[in-house]
């Protein structure tokens, strides 16, 4: 993670590390989710669920930092995330 400015305590912040799980069948495709990830996780999936929607699928499941907006944001309750323990990254620069 680059910060646009040093914090002084930058040695002692740990970036928290998440999987997030998408409820398929749930999912009415409004990309809610897709647009406000903050890290750019999550991309509409090439398939369609049994409602003929696409569901976001995450393509970049490293970066989620298990911040909870996609879950707090979906109107369908169908997207969640949880930690991933003993994944925290270091700071970068
Ligand atoms: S928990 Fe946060 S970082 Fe992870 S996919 Fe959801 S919105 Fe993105
Ligand atoms: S916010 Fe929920 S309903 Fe909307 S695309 Fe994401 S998972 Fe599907």
Same mark, same amino acid.
């Given at each position: 993670m680059k910060y646009w400015r040093k914090p002084l305590d930058v040695?002692? @912040?740990?970036?928290?590390?998440?999987?997030?799980?998408?409820?398929?069948?749930? %999912?009415?495709? %409004? /990309?809610? !989710?897709?647009?406000?990830c903050p890290v750019g996780v999550l991309a =509409?999936?090439? #398939?369609?669920? =049994?409602? #003929?929607?696409?569901?976001?699928?995450?393509? /970049? *499941?490293?970066? %989620?930092?298990? !911040? #909870?907006? !996609?879950?707090?944001? %979906?109107?369908?309750?169908? @997207?969640?995330?949880?930690?991933?323990?003993?994944? *925290?990254?270091?700071?970068?620069?």
């Amino acid at each position: 993670m680059k910060y646009w400015r040093k914090p002084l305590d930058v040695e002692r @912040i740990k970036v928290p590390r998440g999987r997030v799980y998408v409820i398929e069948e749930r %999912c009415k495709g %409004c /990309n809610f !989710c897709i647009e406000f990830c903050p890290v750019g996780v999550l991309a =509409a999936s090439e #398939g369609f669920n =049994a409602k #003929g929607y696409h569901p976001p699928y995450p393509q /970049n *499941e490293e970066a %989620c930092t298990n !911040c #909870g907006l !996609c879950e707090v944001i %979906c109107p369908e309750f169908a @997207i969640y995330s949880l930690p991933r323990d003993g994944k *925290e990254e270091e700071p970068h620069e």
